[in-house]
């Protein structure tokens, strides 16, 4: 098709001009000093990125190698971990953690609503003994758009004095949603390279708190290729223990310059209106979100409910078909009732503006039931913001 392919799934994200060029420089030796110093330079505005002065250990993976690196490196054949349902990837993150041999506390969610910081006060509260070691939370579910309130659950640890970890998967909110790695007192922020970070996937980000790195040297669950100890050492001069995804980190820098020269504060912003944007349109629509909760709407994607006997897969098909523009599928339970649009990364109002009218073209050319005027009513909002 003529024209460029609009790719408004969330995750991996539309690639901007300078990374691909960036990414497109000749493979060099991994182990020459010309190297390390991209490689430092790229680690050091990363961890600007998760707004930490500390540890950020670097892996050629996707998020989910991310993840358990942080479980592996943290915890001990059967100790037990809070999570929370909150949907997909929080789920597959929990299936992921028993097979490792932890016990997981599960509590149950509905998928349309984030943590409740109340619900970590009153399981943490209980556990007299200190069973818990680690509460893990999805910042941002991906499967929903429903982003949780880290500060709050970090207040509630500390209300009740409980000394487990706190785990945060920034996976879809790092760079789009401010997520304040030393401030909140995360202990391990699990990133990737896919989302925000305007990269294509093939990087795994740990940030990584002094608590945490303490609990590593007693930790006991096996781990190789996702030791931090070797992984930290070599980084430190820029340098990998193994081969490391050089062209990857070539747009990693460049990235990272990006999102630093537009200045995090601005990232945010921007994202925040793209999200409040594309929920007017959703609403005009008289379509439904499936963020249940104003205070959790997430600024990266926005999750949206299919009438009815309305499939949301054929729907995504013919936007593609008709418009060549991908949105994202439902996940797990939401598969068919459910289609996303993402709205994060190297992204602008007209941009938005498109996307929004390739949705709107698609529910018509679909017999979706619905009212017109979503792109009006975000454009309206953008034009007067
Ligand atoms: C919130 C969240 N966590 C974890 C993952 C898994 O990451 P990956 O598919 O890169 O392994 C994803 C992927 O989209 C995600 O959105």
Request: proline share 5%.
């Amino acid at each position: 098709m003529a024209g460029r392919h609009f790719l408004q799934i969330p995750g991996p994200t539309n690639v901007p001009d300078r990374v691909l060029r960036a990414l497109s420089a000749p493979t060099i030796d991994h182990r020459s000093g010309e190297f390390a110093a991209i490689a430092r330079d790229a680690i050091a505005g990363l961890r600007q990125v998760f707004q930490t002065a500390g540890a950020v250990a670097v892996f050629p993976s996707s998020g989910t190698g991310a993840w358990e690196s942080a479980l592996v490196n943290t915890l001990s054949p059967g100790d037990a971990i809070l999570m929370f349902e909150t949907g997909h990837f929080a789920t597959l993150w929990r299936n992921m953690a028993e097979r490792l041999g932890l016990r997981v506390d599960f509590v149950a969610g509905d998928w349309r609503r984030g943590v409740d910081p109340k619900a970590v006060e009153t399981k943490l509260a209980e556990d007299r003994a200190h069973a818990l070691k680690a509460v893990a939370v999805v910042h941002n579910e991906t499967s929903t758009g429903v982003a949780s309130r880290i500060a709050a659950v970090r207040e509630r640890i500390d209300a009740v004095r409980h000394p487990a970890l706190l785990i945060v998967d920034t996976i879809s909110s790092l760079g789009s949603i401010d997520h304040r790695h030393d401030e909140w007192n995360v202990d391990v922020s699990v990133g990737c390279s896919q989302k925000g970070l305007m990269l294509p996937p093939g990087l795994g980000f740990n940030a990584i708190s002094d608590k945490a790195i303490a609990a590593s040297k007693s930790a006991r669950l096996p781990r190789s290729y996702w030791d931090w100890t070797p992984m930290l050492a070599e980084n430190r001069s820029g340098f990998f223990p193994y081969t490391p995804a050089t062209n990857l980190l070539y747009g990693l820098r460049e990235a990272v310059h990006m999102l630093l020269d537009e200045g995090l504060p601005n990232v945010f912003a921007r994202h925040r209106r793209h999200g409040e944007a594309t929920r007017r349109a959703v609403r005009a629509w008289g379509l439904e979100l499936v963020c249940c909760d104003p205070h959790e709407f997430s600024d990266s994607l926005t999750a949206v409910m299919m009438p009815a006997g309305h499939d949301a897969d054929a729907f995504r098909e013919t936007v593609l078909d008709r418009f060549n523009m991908s949105l994202g599928t439902g996940l797990g339970k939401l598969k068919g009732r459910v289609f996303r649009i993402g709205h994060l990364g190297d992204f602008n109002d007209l941009m938005l503006a498109g996307t929004l009218a390739g949705v709107e073209m698609g529910l018509a050319k679909s017999r979706v039931p619905f009212a017109r005027g979503g792109v009006a009513a975000a454009l309206e909002y953008l034009v007067s913001g």
